[in-house]
């Protein structure tokens, strides 16, 4: 059985039986993993990091801030299988999740994880649907863009040096996978409504001056 299968029989039976993912979390994937899913879809990013937009977490201790993110390993752990990662995201990096997602009720999964965001205070979550094209969504969960996302295709492999805007995850055996999502933030959604604003850009803009206010005050 070649790697690729053996990843894909590995990840049914474990994901079959939810209390059994305890027993996997975190995982450790191979680069053919990941980049299936990247493909493929059936995951969700997420983090418990501080949001400096939101007022209540700005003087949070880094103390308080790790509380939450072993809280929110506690709520995935019997549920989905998941690795840890880096985020790294308007001008700041967290400890985020790259999760598995079941893939038998979408909807209730996509309602599931953006009140996951909504419990933590994030600012937003990525939720990528399996289909073909995929459906990738940047889904914003708090503040004053709650319940409206962008949509985007695709992923870039980074492997020049960048300091914003990515992710990396450990790979089997060691080896670290730097990438970064495609999204247009010039169209903002809301059920079916599309429309085209720089909105999110200034926004985004906005968020990065203020992580830099916080780490050099």
Known sequence: MNTLLFEAFFFDLF??????TSIIN???????????????GGYVMISAGRNNKMPSDRNLSDDTIQERTVN???????????????????????????????????????TTFIQLGQKYNQ???IYVKRAIPTIQQFIYTTGEFSGKYVEGLG???????????????TLC???????TLNFDFEIMMMGKLR????????????????NKQRQHP
């Open 173 to 179: 055996p060691n080896n670290l996978f730097k990438f």
């Open 155 to 169: 992923y870039k492999i980074l492997t020049t040096n960048v300091t914003d805007d990515y992710s990396e995850l």
């Open 123 to 125: 600012e937003s979550i």
């Open 195 to 210: 429309k085209k604003t720089r909105q999110l850009i200034d926004h985004h803009t906005n968020y990065i001056l203020a």
């Open 15 to 20: 994901l079959s039986k939810g209390t059994w």
């Open 72 to 110: 929110l390993t506690i709520d995935l752990t019997n549920l989905y299988a998941y690795s840890s990662m880096i985020g790294v995201h308007n001008g700041d990096n967290e400890t985020s999740f790259f999760v598995i997602l079941h893939n038998v009720s979408p909807d209730v999964e996509r």
């Open 26 to 40: 975190p995982i450790t994937y191979s680069q053919s993993a990941v980049e299936r899913l990247l493909n493929e």
